[in-house]
């Protein structure tokens, strides 16, 4: 992973909520709320929350006497979220890094993070200090994106892409948000950060879209990719995001769209 891979700035957290939140997001924001609520947490705490769309299915479903710490390493993203979020007493938004979290040991019930550790520099660290802030046999929920193979839409994308760069194609989806797939290695990782059992399950879901242009503006202008288009050339975004409407337009179809999404869903306890 590069360092500008991390970075979510400028119009991208609007672009990431308003395009990628819907086309892949939220039916695992749906599919994680549910599974943490079904631990009925007092005291939780996420993680590399993003645009909070994890947040806004969460918090609902917690008790009133819940207390919820909402997290993220990238200001603007938290920021875009908690404007998003309906006033909610229980909510703390902090802007902190997954690798040294500003609270005491045994602090959580649950920790959380939807598709955030792919983007951890050192998650070995991020592991380690999921387990010191929570309570004993607590427990840390996250998921991470399957192969990029697995996921239709992004693969679409990554290969549309190395035909309008042919000599220095942007790597970025196949790299960070679909480079940590390993569940041999997932399972390794947390083990030796102290988690004494660890589920994996793989979960299938669909994109979906009205037309193929929005999975091309939602990964190109609403992820880290439009930095690695605009490095490459900084007047092509539009022209490359109209090429990849196109390759996606080829083969899904002119109207409706929806592909293959796939993700391990993880459950450590303490």
């Keep these: 992973m590069l360092e500008t891979d991390q970075v979510f700035a400028g119009s991208i957290p609007e672009n990431y909520d308003r395009y990628m939140v819907p086309l892949i997001f939220?039916?695992?924001a749906a599919d994680i709320s549910r599974r943490a609520a079904s631990l009925s947490p007092s005291a939780v705490?996420?993680?590399?929350?993003?645009t909070g769309v994890v947040t806004r299915a969460l918090a609902p479903k917690l008790s009133p006497n819940a207390s919820?710490?909402?997290?993220?390493f990238n200001q603007p993203m938290l920021d875009y979220a908690a404007s998003r979020q309906a006033a909610d007493s229980r909510i703390d938004w902090l802007q902190a890094d997954a690798l040294a979290l500003p609270f005491e040991?045994?602090?959580f019930d649950l920790v959380c993070c939807q598709f955030g550790a792919m983007f951890f520099p050192d998650r070995l660290s991020a592991y380690r200090e999921a387990k010191r802030v929570l309570k004993p046999e607590g427990h840390f929920l996250f998921n991470v994106w399957d192969r990029i193979e697995e996921n239709v839409f992004a693969d679409d994308v990554t290969n549309a892409l190395a035909e309008v760069f042919p000599n220095d194609p942007p790597r970025f989806l196949a790299r960070t948000p679909h480079g940590y797939h390993d569940t041999a290695l997932i399972r390794r990782e947390l083990e030796d950060a102290g988690f004494a059992q660890v589920a994996i399950e793989t979960r299938a879901?669909?994109?979906?879209?009205?037309?193929?242009?929005?999975?091309a503006v939602a990964y190109c202008q609403g992820t880290v990719?439009?930095?690695?288009?605009e490095a490459r050339d900084p007047g092509k975004l539009d022209a490359a995001t109209d090429y990849v409407a196109a390759a996606i337009a080829r083969r899904h179809g002119d109207g409706a769209v929806s592909a293959k999404i796939q993700a391990h869903v993880i459950m450590a306890t303490a």
């Excluded at 990719?225 to 288009?229: A, Q, V």
């Design 26 to 28: 939220e039916p695992f």
């Design 225 to 229: 990719l439009r930095t690695e288009i």
């Design 68 to 72: 919820y710490v909402v997290t993220d």
């Design 45 to 50: 705490l996420e993680t590399a929350a993003g």
């Design 105 to 107: 040991d045994r602090t």
């Design 205 to 215: 879901e669909q994109s979906q879209a009205s037309s193929p242009r929005i999975p």
